[in-house]
C-alpha cells in the first residue's frame, strides 16, 4: 500500500494480475500487451515471481524433455519406478486438461502450460498409458533388423530406424539396472525374448569375457589336482577362483528360475 497515492499502489496491483493472465495466454482476457509489458520493464518494473508450485512444475517439464531425449516419446508409464513422481505428474496433467476442456475452474492447467507441453509432443489423450505395445513392436522391429543384418547391434544413431535404436540403447541400460537391484522398466520374461534373439547386453569387451575364461582353466587346474570341482568358496590358494565358482552355482540357479542371470 502507498498511502501517498492509493489510485496509483491500486493501479500497480492491476498490473501484477493483468500480468498473470498475459503470461497464461489468457491475453483476451488480460488488459496488458507486449508492448505494455516492455514500456513497464524499460523502468524496471518488478513482477511476481515464480511460486514454488511454478517451479517445481517447470522442474517436471524436464525431467519429461530429458524422458523424451532418451525414450523418444513423452509417454511415461503409469508405473514408473525410476521416477514415481513424474508418472503421476504426467498423469495429472491430463486430468488438468480434461477439466480445462470441460471449462471447469477447478483445473490447475493453463493455456501456457498447455502450450509448453505440446511443444514437446506430449499426448494429451492417452489414459492409462503403458509401455507394452511399443515394447512389443520394437522387438518385431529388432527380430527383422536381425534377419537383415545378422545380429542385434543396432546403433543408437539409427537413421532408418531411430526409435528403435533408443529403444535398444534403453534396454541395455535397463538390463544394466536391473542386475544392480535398482528399479527398472525391464523384468526377466523381456531380457529371456530378447536373449532368443541373441541379443548383445554390452557393445564392448568387458574383462568379464577374460575373467570368465581364466577361471574356468584354473578350475580344469584345479581339478586335475584334486579329482573334483569342488572348490571351497573360501580357498586361500586362490581366493578369486573360490568367490568364481560360487557365483557360477548362484548365477546357475538365477537362470533354472527363469530369472535374469549373467549365464
Known sequence: KYPTNMKLSAWVKHQKA???LFKEGNESESQLT????????NIGFLWPLPTKLDKKWSYRLQELVKFKEEHGHCRVPDKFPI??????????????????KEGKKASMITPARIEALTKIGF??????????????????ELSQYKEEHGHCRVPRAYKENQQLGNWVHTQRKQYKLLMEEKPSLINAERVAALGRLGFSWSLRPTPDKVDWDLRLAELV??????GNLLVPRKYQKNAQLGTWVQTQREQYKLLKNGLPSHM
Open 83 to 100: 521416477n514415481p513422481q513424474l508418472a503421476t505428474w504426467v498423469s495429472t496433467q491430463r486430468v488438468q486438461f480434461r477439466l480445462f
Open 123 to 140: 499426448d494429451w489423450g492417452r489414459e492409462g498409458c503403458s509401455d507394452l505395445v511399443d515394447w512389443e513392436v520394437r522387438y518385431e
Open 18 to 20: 493483468q500480468y498473470k
Open 221 to 226: 587346474e584345479f581339478k586335475k589336482e584334486h
Open 34 to 41: 507486449a508492448d505494455r509489458v516492455e514500456q513497464l520493464e
